[in-house]
């Protein structure tokens, strides 16, 4: 087994299958997106071609949605998976969300929860997309006067609520919109059901990966974890590799993987953030270089799919400083010119 190649294969940064970054977020299950410019690199460079014109409109009509959701941090998820992932996910995320809440000794009560969250949503439908500075209008207005940081835990608890998602794409700033205004309605699913698909989606994006990847990554508890797993049955088996237990499914993608390829991959990509152990594709003695111990992942570079570099994606010209041996410029240049022609097609 390989697991570089089938990791790169099966989370479509080489050779991908899709031109539509909807089913690219679809695949993927949920992607992590705290970094709100390269969150669209994250996502496009999924595709056959790399357009910021395609993911602006499948985010602006709601096809891809942003929300606060696993682990209490930001998501895209498509649509049609929306209000399956808040039911399986969001009692886990508010209870994370109120236990942070607690540690900076913020108490909200309920009868302040429930009547803010009003205003937000009658805001958001008023508005259609509101930023957090329409918020803050839209409570002084009504006589309500809070801090950005309290203010952050009630839009979050209203996203987990189901009550606020994503509104239109902004160069920089985030908006909200009323998700009832944006996702439409979708049938009740029977939690197994909706555990058993969110565990699928995982490992068919994300393998080889390990029970311990999944556990932190969705941040259920190991239970549902395991739970998910077995209601996979067969379509899911074991691979031993250097002494670790991975799974895979029955239609991974093994061909299609190229030495010498360089990947520019944007701060907190699932490429990384998506398992609890790095270091398949990470030099341990690296680490440092692609993220700290507070949880801040910087953009990196990656070569035949081993993490050798970091670069800037605000620059101009293709700016990369490499930890390892020497590279051929030339495939670099490749990778940049790629980024440069998706950049360049922003509305």
Request: with cysteine.
């Amino acid at each position: 087994m390989n697991p570089v190649a089938i990791r790169l294969l099966n989370q479509q940064l080489v050779a991908p299958q899709f031109t539509d970054p909807a089913q690219v977020v679809g695949h993927l299950g949920a992607m992590q997106a705290q970094e709100y410019r390269m969150m669209r690199w994250a996502v496009e460079m999924r595709t056959r071609k790399p357009s910021a014109q395609a993911f602006k409109r499948a985010y602006d009509s709601g096809q891809i949605i942003r929300l606060h959701l696993m682990r209490g941090t930001w998501q895209l998820v498509a649509a049609q998976d929306y209000w399956p992932m808040i039911e399986l996910c969001s009692p886990k995320a508010i209870a994370v969300t109120r236990g942070w809440m607690s540690s900076n000794r913020i108490t909200i009560p309920d009868q302040e929860l429930m009547h803010v969250r009003d205003i937000l949503a009658q805001t958001a439908a008023d508005m259609g997309s509101v930023t957090k500075d329409d918020l803050v209008n839209a409570l002084a207005a009504k006589g309500l006067q809070m801090d950005s940081h309290r203010l952050s835990y009630h839009i979050r608890i209203a996203e987990m609520s189901g009550t606020l998602c994503s509104g239109e794409l902004l160069p920089m700033k985030a908006t909200y919109a009323l998700t009832a205004d944006r996702v439409g309605p979708s049938p009740k699913m029977d939690r197994d059901e909706a555990l058993m698909r969110f565990t699928l989606k995982y490992f068919q994006s994300r393998q080889p990966a390990t029970l311990q990847d999944f556990v932190w990554w969705s941040g259920l508890n190991i239970g549902d974890c395991r739970r998910g797993i077995a209601l996979l049955g067969d379509s899911l088996h074991l691979e031993k590799w250097k002494g670790r237990e991975f799974y895979l499914t029955d239609d991974c993608r093994t061909r299609g993987f190229r030495q010498g390829q360089f990947l520019l991959i944007p701060p907190y990509d699932e490429y990384l953030i998506g398992y609890k152990s790095r270091d398949i594709v990470l030099p341990p003695e690296h680490r440092h270089h692609a993220h700290n111990n507070s949880g801040i992942f910087k953009p990196i570079v990656a070569c035949s799919g081993i993490v050798c570099g970091n670069w800037e994606p605000f620059k101009d010209d293709c700016h990369a400083t490499f930890f390892n041996d020497d590279h051929d410029t030339e495939e670099l240049a490749d990778a940049w010119q790629t980024y440069t022609r998706y950049r360049s097609s922003r509305p």
